[in-house]
């Protein structure tokens, strides 16, 4: 759990000063850990501390707050009536830009930064593993996420519909949505995501940062080949081809007839997501998630004890 600047910047981006609401302490039994957070704004919200009446309880408190901080103790029971028994402390602030630097610590009160925060701060400096979230001494310390990574989904049918509902609201990834025409995606789209509508979606890979992860899914086979071929000649985090084998046998074959070697064709993964898992699109879904929040992890882990080794 970390705190996600990137989601802090957009909703400000979008909506002006926003109220950070977070999770810092709990007693006892809770809806969520300590670490969550949601973004409360004048007319909305996003994210969640869980709970129901304790996330309604705290939005409205965030849209009244006088203070630009406050730290709010609530006993779920005699507080809400809720039956999980326990308590939570609330941490509110407003932000009009979002923090700097790797770890976020400040203090709840008038508290000056004490030793054991310094040590905390000057452990993490020195290379060790960064802080959980937690309340030290009147302080909250929270990892900032690493940068969000980018996420090129091309196609906006019922496969590219149920990967972006599934993906969307975790958090590490940022959504361009790719597919030729406006009327091809849906009505509503949620605002951490840009749809790209381009008569021709292989020209839109050249835009993409070579470190972005891509989804090929669209609903033509020559489309899907020529963003295949336009992906290795530009560079990739990750790709993935929507198929069955036999298509992919005959695209492997033609992507060797355009010059790409057996090496640089088999960093694309096809098909995607988990066969054993069925061909719906929501199954397709959850197992193209599962594999990318495995891989972006797996890197922030090698990223990490490259540091290590190094620093």
């Known amino acids: 759990m970390s705190f996600d600047r990137n989601a802090v910047a957009d909703a400000i981006a979008r909506h002006g000063p926003v109220v950070r609401v977070v999770v810092a302490d709990t007693r006892g039994s809770v809806p969520r850990e300590v670490g969550a957070s949601m973004l409360v704004w004048a007319d909305g919200q996003s994210g969640t501390i869980g709970g129901g009446?304790?996330?309604?309880?705290?939005?409205?408190?965030?849209?009244?707050?006088?203070?630009?901080?406050?730290?709010?103790?609530?006993?779920?029971?005699?507080?809400?009536?809720?039956?999980?028994?326990?308590?939570v402390t609330l941490l509110s602030e407003r932000f009009s830009a979002a923090p700097t630097g790797d770890i976020y610590a400040r203090p709840t009160g008038n508290t000056p930064m004490p030793l054991s925060v310094k040590r905390l701060l000057a452990q993490a400096r020195n290379g060790a593993t960064p802080p959980r979230p937690q309340m030290v001494d009147g302080w909250m310390i929270e990892p900032i996420a690493p940068a969000a990574a980018p996420l090129w989904i091309y196609g906006a049918g019922h496969v590219g519909r149920a990967l972006v509902d599934t993906i969307a609201p975790l958090p590490g990834f940022t959504i361009t949505w790719v597919d030729t025409a406006p009327d091809r995606f849906p009505d509503q789209i949620a605002e951490n995501i840009r749809a790209l509508p381009t008569p021709d979606p292989a020209a839109a890979v050249a835009l993409a940062p070579a470190d972005a992860h891509h989804l090929i899914l669209t609903y033509s086979h020559a489309l899907d080949l020529e963003l295949c071929h336009r992906l290795l000649g530009h560079g990739f985090a990750s790709a993935g081809?929507?198929?069955?084998?036999?298509?992919?046998?005959?695209?492997?074959?033609?992507?060797?007839?355009?010059?790409h070697t057996n090496a640089q064709i088999s960093r694309i993964c096809c098909p995607i997501g988990r066969p054993e898992l069925g061909k719906h699109p929501q199954a397709i879904a959850l197992g193209v998630?599962?594999?990318?929040?495995?891989?972006?992890?797996?890197?922030?882990?090698?990223?990490?004890?490259?540091?290590?080794?190094?620093?």
């Not at 409205?60 to 999980?84: F, H, I, K, N, Y």
């Not at 081809?241 to 010059?259: H, V």
Request: hydrophobic share 40%; charged share 20%; aromatic share 4%.
């Open 53 to 87: 009446a304790l996330e309604f309880d705290a939005a409205e408190r965030a849209r009244s707050m006088a203070t630009d901080c406050a730290l709010t103790q609530v006993p779920l029971g005699p507080a809400l009536g809720q039956c999980c028994g326990g308590a």
């Open 241 to 259: 081809l929507i198929g069955s084998a036999t298509k992919w046998a005959r695209f492997r074959s033609r992507l060797l007839a355009l010059g």
């Open 289 to 311: 998630a599962s594999e990318l929040i495995l891989s972006v992890r797996s890197k922030e882990t090698a990223n990490k004890q490259t540091g290590d080794a190094t620093g």
